[in-house]
């Protein structure tokens, strides 16, 4: 899941803020400042592992990604990802993909739809077939 900002309290609560399925740019290319890739696993209690986050562009091009990051599944199985993602910049619109790897392996992946600005002003100003 892709959101602005995440909140993690003491209590190891988190909130989400402003999840979304696409980046909307003045320009495109542009330089989206900061977003996070959140995703709660689960696996064999206190187990470790190790997690990564690739951004791949249109063209099969890795964008950006997070270096390995090693933590354990909790004594109830869970782990909790949080990637934060900071001046990404984004060559041309297009479907982008969020891989997740675990362990090394791509374990999930999902679309990231980056658009100008524009372009969702005029997509919205064309009438329904």
Same mark, same amino acid.
């Given at each position: $899941?892709?959101?602005?900002? %995440? ?9 989400? %803020?402003?999840?979304? /399925? ?9 330089? #989206?400042?900061?977003?996070? %890739?959140?995703? $709660? ?6 187990? =470790?592992?190790?997690? /990564?986050?690739?951004?791949?562009? =249109?063209?099969? /091009? ?13 004594? #109830? ?10 001046? %990404?910049?984004? =060559?041309? =619109?297009?479907?982008?993909? +969020? /891989?997740?790897? +675990?362990?090394?392996?791509? +374990? #999930? ?7 100008? #600005?524009?372009?969702? &002003?005029?997509? &919205? ?5």
């Amino acid at each position: $899941m892709t959101c602005d900002y %995440v909140i993690l309290d003491n209590a190891n609560r988190f909130s989400l %803020v402003g999840i979304f /399925e696409g980046i909307n740019l003045n320009d495109v290319p542009g330089i #989206h400042p900061q977003f996070f %890739v959140v995703s $709660m696993w689960t696996g064999p209690a206190l187990t =470790p592992y190790s997690s /990564e986050t690739w951004i791949w562009g =249109p063209d099969n /091009e890795v964008l950006a990604r997070t270096p390995a990051f090693s933590s354990q599944f909790s004594s #109830h199985g869970k782990g909790l990802i949080i990637n934060r993602f900071l001046n %990404v910049s984004f =060559p041309q =619109p297009g479907v982008y993909t +969020v /891989e997740l790897l +675990v362990d090394g392996r791509g +374990v #999930h992946q999902f679309p990231l739809i980056i658009q100008a #600005h524009q372009q969702q &002003q005029q997509a &919205q100003q064309q009438p329904a077939p």
